[in-house]
C-alpha cells in the first residue's frame, strides 16, 4: 500500500520550509523543476553558470515574485548563500558523455569537485533538511545483477559515469561523517520539449525529421527512457514526502522499461514518419555491454511514483516538439554532428 504524503507538511516550520535552492537551475531538468515548485507556492533561488540574459529555459520564472537567480558557478558557492534553504536540489553537471572522454579533468572537477564544494557550504550553512542529487544511470555500466536496483554498486563504464558516481559517494560519505539529509534519485534517459541538444535521442530525431540517417553507436547496449514530467513528479513526490520517509535513501526514477539502442533507433525513425536509413558505428569507449534494466519499484512503494508516459508515447512529444523548432525557426534547420 502507498504511503500517505502530506503536501504540506514541510510547511509546518515556517517560511524557510517553503525554500528551495536549486543548482543547474537553467538546464532542461532544474527549469522544469523549477517551474513546478512556484506552481506549487514554493520559494526559489536557481543557481547556475548560465547568464540570466541567455537562461531561456527560465523566462517565465525569472519574472517570478518567488524566484531569485544566482549567476554563479557551484563550484563557488558560500554556506550564505544556502543560509534560509530548506531544500537543496543538486542538478548542476557537465551532463554529456562525449565531452568527458576528450575532457575528463574538465569533468570531474565539475562533477566532483563541484558537489563537494556544495556539500560543505550545506554543512556550515547547517539549515538544510533534505539534500536532493540527481545520480545517472551512466553509474551503474555493468550489471552485476538485474534489475538494476538501489542496492546494486556503482560501476561506472566511461569518465562521466566516474564522475557523477563519485559525486554520489562524496554525498553518502557526507552523510555518514556529518549526517547530511542526503537522497539521491537516479535516471536513465530524460526526453522531452527543451531537452538538451547533445543527448541521441534529440539528435536521431533532428536527423530524421531532416532526411538524414540516424547514426548508432553500438546498438546492443540499453537504455530506459523516461519523459521529463514524469521525472520531476518524483522529484516532487520526495519533496513533499515527510523527511523521515526518504532522507538517506536512493530511488530510481524512469519508465522502469528497458530498450537496446537499436530499437530505441527503429522508434525514432517510426515516430518521425519519414524512412531513413540506419548507420552502425562502433561502440563509445566502455559502453559494450551496458544495461539500463531499472526497478522502480522503490520509488512506487515508498513515494507513489507512477510514470504516466510511456517510452515510445515520450519520444513522439518530443518528436513533435523537434518537429514545431524546424517549421517555425530556421535557425534550428542548421546541421548538427552526425553522431548521438
Not at 554529456?96 to 564544494?117: K, Y
Not at 547547517?126 to 560501476?155: I, Q
Not at 510514470?307 to 535557425?331: F, G, H, K, M, N
Request: glycine residues 8%; charged residues 20%; aromatic residues 8%.
Amino acid at each position: 500500500m502507498t504511503p500517505h504524503i502530506d503536501q504540506h507538511s514541510q510547511f509546518v516550520n515556517g517560511d524557510i520550509q517553503r525554500k528551495v535552492l536549486v543548482t543547474g537551475a537553467a538546464g532542461f531538468g532544474g527549469s522544469n523543476l523549477t517551474g513546478a515548485l512556484l506552481r506549487e507556492g514554493y520559494r526559489v533561488t536557481g543557481l547556475d553558470i548560465t547568464p540570466p540574459a541567455s537562461a531561456s529555459l527560465l523566462s517565465r520564472e525569472l519574472r517570478h515574485s518567488s524566484f531569485q537567480y544566482l549567476w554563479k558557478s557551484v563550484q563557488d558557492i558560500q554556506p550564505s548563500d544556502v543560509e534560509g534553504h530548506s531544500i537543496v536540489v543538486h542538478m548542476a553537471a557537465q551532463a554529456d558523455t562525449p565531452m568527458a572522454f576528450d575532457s575528463p579533468r574538465h569533468t570531474v572537477m565539475q562533477n566532483v569537485l563541484g558537489t563537494v564544494e556544495l556539500l560543505e557550504a550545506v554543512r556550515h550553512a547547517d539549515c538544510v533538511s533534505k539534500f536532493l542529487y540527481a545520480g545517472s544511470g551512466n553509474e551503474l555500466g555493468r550489471a552485476h545483477y538485474l534489475p538494476l536496483d538501489e542496492r546494486h554498486p556503482l560501476t561506472p563504464h566511461n569518465p562521466y559515469g566516474f564522475s557523477k558516481a563519485a559525486a554520489e559517494m562524496a554525498i553518502w560519505t557526507w552523510r555518514r561523517s556529518y549526517g547530511l539529509p542526503s537522497i539521491v534519485i537516479g535516471t536513465g534517459v530524460v526526453v522531452g520539449p527543451d531537452m538538451r541538444r547533445e543527448v541521441f535521442i534529440y539528435k536521431w530525431l533532428w536527423r530524421a525529421l531532416k532526411g538524414k540517417p540516424i547514426v548508432v553507436e553500438g546498438g546492443s547496449q540499453t537504455r530506459d527512457v523516461a519523459y521529463i514530467d514524469d521525472v520531476v513528479e518524483a522529484w516532487m513526490l520526495a519533496i513533499r514526502a515527510p523527511e523521515e520517509m526518504v532522507v538517506g535513501h536512493k530511488f530510481y526514477a524512469g519508465s522502469g522499461q528497458e530498450y537496446s539502442i537499436e530499437k530505441l533507433a527503429a522508434i525514432c525513425r517510426e515516430v518521425a514518419g519519414v524512412p531513413v536509413p540506419i548507420e552502425k558505428v562502433g561502440y563509445r569507449p566502455g559502453e559494450k555491454g551496458q544495461r539500463e534494466a531499472f526497478s522502480i519499484e522503490k520509488a512506487r512503494a515508498m513515494l507513489g511514483y507512477s510514470p504516466r508516459t510511456t517510452p515510445v508515447e515520450a519520444i513522439t512529444l518530443t518528436a513533435d516538439w523537434i518537429r514545431t523548432q524546424l517549421e517555425s525557426s530556421p535557425a534550428e534547420a542548421k546541421d548538427i554532428s552526425i553522431l548521438p
